[in-house]
């Protein structure tokens, strides 16, 4: 079958950076492989663009290239012959997750989980879900890098949710170069089989992540996982109702209060106020960057915790509230938080280059998608201030309970709203539920049931509540 091509990368510019990297000028590189200065240069200014095989198979010898870089070179001249030149030189080297530049805070339990489930032998289908910005791609970079490094297993890490050929993004590094060829097989109406077929039967890791896949994707995926019996799929989503079988895991945010129960680490003086609440952690860090100055005392780490909470502990909403520290100050940032928190992440000024989309828009983007009774739900919930049960929340809108049950499920799943933990000797009471913050300011656009000007249904309101 014939395969759409990934655009090749541009072979003046691997060329010339794979001389620099040998140390050669034009003339050393012309003179060890018989190619003239002429043709090189013309091929280094892009005037040329479809070299030889045996001109590029000179160049290469002359530069000794390893073979991960002969295949780059190859690749960059004509990809069609990319499945070739990677194939033989396929390994965990050229296959390798993104490194990541941060620490991860918390989530131990969740990575457990996740490196537990991509090394059993029944799961072959894993998929993240949460809310944007919640870590579900450093949850999964995370457990890539344990793949890769604990069972020596290629990984192709594919970002679906960015634009081809993020600017910075060498590609003229092999693994560069294997990705972006992987990722166009996989892109829409792409190409599964040359992919199986590439793949075979080595042990794999495939990580889709960002992939906002429409039901389409699935047969693919399945055919994929049938043809190459050793390949595991990691998929990251906000969107559980694609979901396309294997394996679900929802991702919470990270907790802003300490885990219910007896604490097993005796706190330290002055580590009360953090431990065990990995998004005060995280924060922290953020504030201690952005503002070196600011000491971090207890009545800071007290308002950055109550900003947190306010923030429902998403990472990215954390990241982008803090890049406000440079304007305000953390009271202004708290006063905020306590009337606004959307609007601390909203039109936050970003501070990394290609970050996403603002949270805000992301979150609307989610809530546009749901289905309408959902949406009611929804609505309905978040202009309330207390938590709400299940059976409320149907008495009031006039569900099913199982109708209800199945909306609130589906909420859950997708991170918007959350479950309060029981208190104790509570353990056998209905589920309590709140709305995310940052979600609940979204969808009533900072009203609450008692300043709404048009309250959903006031009435009926105070039977949600439990
Ligand atoms: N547990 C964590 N510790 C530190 N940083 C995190 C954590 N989770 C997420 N982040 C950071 O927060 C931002 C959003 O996380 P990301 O994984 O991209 O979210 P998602 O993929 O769910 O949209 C990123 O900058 C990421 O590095
Ligand atoms: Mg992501």
């Given at each position: 079958m014939m395969n759409r091509q990934a655009p090749p990368a541009e072979f003046g510019a691997v060329l010339r950076s794979a001389r620099r990297k040998a140390g050669l000028t034009q003339e050393q590189l012309a003179g060890l492989s018989t190619v003239s200065v002429r043709a090189i240069r013309d091929l280094e200014r892009g005037r040329v663009v479809r070299p030889r095989k045996d001109t590029i198979r000179l160049l290469a010898d002359a530069m000794r290239l390893s073979d991960t870089h002969r295949a780059a070179l190859e690749l960059a001249a004509d990809s069609s012959s990319v499945c070739n030149a990677l194939r033989d030189v396929y390994s965990p080297e050229l296959a390798c997750p993104p490194t990541p530049v941060h620490t991860m805070f918390g989530r131990e339990s969740e990575l457990r989980a996740l490196v537990e489930l991509l090394g059993s032998e029944r799961e072959r289908l894993v998929t993240v879900v949460g809310l944007p910005g919640v870590g579900k791609s450093r949850l999964a970079q995370e457990a890539a890098l344990q793949v890769h490094a604990w069972g020596d297993i290629p990984v192709l890490w594919l970002?679906?949710?960015?634009?081809?050929?993020?600017?910075?993004?060498?590609?003229?590094?092999p693994q560069n170069a294997l990705a972006s060829w992987v990722r166009s097989l996989m892109?829409?109406?792409?190409?599964y089989e040359e992919l199986a077929s590439f793949i075979e039967d080595r042990a794999t890791l495939l990580v889709l992540d960002?992939?906002?896949?429409?039901?389409?994707?699935t047969p693919a995926l399945l055919y994929l996982l049938q043809s190459c019996r050793r390949l595991k799929v990691l998929v990251t989503t906000r969107r559980p109702h694609h979901f396309s079988g294997g394996r679900l895991l929802p991702l919470a945010p990270l907790p802003t209060a300490p885990a219910p129960g007896p604490s097993t680490v005796p706190a330290l003086p002055g580590d009360s106020l953090t431990a065990h609440r990995p998004a005060i952690e995280l924060m922290l860090s953020y504030v201690s960057h952005m503002r070196p100055d600011l000491l971090l005392t207890d009545s800071v780490t007290a308002a950055v915790g109550e900003i947190c909470a306010a923030l429902d502990g998403i990472p990215q909403a954390l990241e982008a509230a803090t890049a406000w520290l440079l304007l305000y100050s953390l009271d202004q940032l708290l006063a905020m938080a306590r009337t606004r928190p959307l609007a601390l992440v909203d039109g936050s000024p970003s501070l990394s280059p290609g970050s996403s989309a603002p949270l805000g828009d992301l979150l609307d983007a989610v809530l546009a998608e749901l289905p309408v009774r959902q949406g009611d739900l929804l609505a309905a919930a978040a202009s309330l201030d207390s938590p709400w049960t299940v059976d409320g929340v149907a008495r009031a809108l006039g569900f099913s309970p199982v109708q209800a049950a199945q909306d609130v499920h589906a909420l859950l799943l997708h991170g918007l709203i959350r479950q309060l933990p029981a208190d104790p000797g509570e353990a056998g009471r209905p589920g309590r539920f709140t709305v995310l913050h940052l979600v609940r300011d979204l969808v009533t656009g900072g009203r609450t049931a008692d300043e709404s000007a048009t309250p959903a249904a006031p009435h009926l309101l105070a039977t949600i509540t439990a």
């Open positions: 970002p679906m949710d960015r634009g081809e050929g993020t600017p910075g993004e060498a590609s003229h590094r892109s829409e109406g792409g190409n960002g992939h906002e896949m429409s039901p389409a994707t």
